[in-house]
């Protein structure tokens, strides 16, 4: 059963029971108040407890287990394991680490895809007290002999549901294996589907369940709406929506294929545009990122692959072009707005054979996506009309896509 966290506006880090070299450097970097997981999840973590956190993505989970382990890991003379995704998000959990570890002495080593592997191997040699990476990397490292985790104190999974969600389930069973069965574990997700619970019940101990938001909760903020359309016409209702909203737009693909091709549009119609998926380089990558964050491009294309490492600020819109796979991801695309307490706005473009998928939404999230009418749609254009954008749906009538069968 969900109770919600009750947090006192008072309340500081102090409270919580952290270092105090580590409280001075969260003033150094403006951080006062801490957020509802890191309220629950650090006093927890402090204590050694294994953790189950569950929580909304852009609410602060990063520091909720760093903070654990930048001040419990000096003293017990091992070395932490972080697990994410994404190279994206271990390259952001790896900024947040590098704001501290240096007042403690702490080496870091990143184990991602598209990076360089010597440098990854240098790093190793070092021996650091902290690695962060992907289930695929640490895989490599580990059956090339590089990496051994037999002094593993600490372990977090971080976006565990979506390792699973991505195929990841071998590996992590793997890296479990690997490490010692004494250990401390934090596993965080924005959803708790049944095979997180199974890697709870077979890997952890009594963990504690720090649950801010139930599973499947969507940001507060968050304005969501349907857009019932022919496949062929998505592109004329991106198009009327771009020039509708002024701000920066997120845009989600199915696929990697997908996202390509609506980039392509995007720039056809004069907007600004990059795209970020599993075919694009890390460098790639980091280009589209910081030219998303800077402003330089006004709309980013991903897939739910890329889109993990993606924590933006004000951004006003989150298109789904493509009802997601998994409702699931439907919750972590519309988190990437209204983050830190801002107002956003979600609209996902459906055909009408896609009533189920909306369904399972709405079951996840409990609650009805409003169905809107379409607005007026531009001229239709050639470069538009790409062999992506028809099915076999096109020739049913305008009217039938307005009505609800969900």
Do not use: W
Not at 85 to 110: D, H, N, S, W, Y
Not at 125 to 142: S, V
Not at 230 to 241: F, M, S, W
């Amino acid at each position: 059963m969900y109770s919600k966290v009750v947090i006192n506006p008072q309340s500081d880090f102090s409270s919580l029971g952290v270092d105090q070299k580590i409280l001075d450097q969260l003033k150094r970097l403006n951080i006062h108040t801490p957020t509802p997981i890191q309220h629950k999840a650090i006093p927890v973590g402090l204590e050694g407890k294994d953790i189950i956190g569950i929580a909304q993505t852009g609410t602060g989970k990063t520091l909720a287990f760093a903070i654990p382990i930048l001040q419990r890991l000096p003293s017990l003379k091992g070395r932490a394991l972080i697990i994410l995704p994404t190279r994206e998000l271990a390259l952001q959990v790896e900024e947040t680490f590098r704001k501290f570890t240096a007042m403690f002495g702490l080496r870091i080593a990143v184990l991602i895809g598209g990076a360089s592997i010597g440098r990854q191997i240098s790093d190793l040699r070092t021996k650091p007290q902290i690695i962060i990476g992907t289930p695929g990397r640490i895989i490599d490292h580990l059956k090339q002999k590089i990496l051994h985790l037999n002094d593993v104190k600490m372990l977090v999974l971080d976006e565990a549901d979506r390792m699973l969600d991505m195929g990841f389930a071998p590996q992590i069973r793997q890296i479990l294996i690997s490490v010692p069965k004494d250990r401390h574990t934090m596993l965080f997700s924005a959803t708790m589907p049944d095979n997180i619970v199974k890697i709870a019940t077979m890997h952890m101990k009594l963990p504690v369940r720090v649950e801010i938001a139930r599973s499947g909760t969507t940001p507060e903020r968050v304005e969501q709406e349907v857009f019932i359309i022919r496949a062929n016409e998505k592109n004329r209702l991106l198009e009327a929506l771009l020039t509708q909203y002024k701000g920066s737009v997120l845009v989600f693909s199915r696929t990697k294929f997908g996202a390509k091709r609506i980039c392509a549009v995007l720039k056809h119609m004069g907007f600004t545009a990059a795209e970020i998926h599993s075919n694009r380089s890390l460098s790639q990558r980091r280009e589209a990122l910081q030219g998303f964050q800077t402003g330089r491009y006004r709309v980013l294309v991903a897939t739910d692959i890329a889109a993990r490492g993606i924590d933006v600020k004000g951004i006003e819109l989150v298109i789904n072009y493509d009802v997601p796979e998994f409702a699931e991801d439907y919750v972590h695309r519309i988190g990437r707005t209204a983050r830190a307490g801002h107002a956003g706005r979600a609209i996902t473009f459906a055909t009408p054979d896609q009533s189920h998928k909306i369904r399972h939404i709405e079951r996840l999230i409990r609650g009805v996506l409003k169905v809107s009418k379409l607005p007026l749609l531009p001229p239709d254009r050639p470069f538009l009309k790409m062999p992506h954008d028809f099915s076999h749906n096109r020739g049913q009538r305008h009217n039938s896509y307005r009505k609800r069968k969900f």
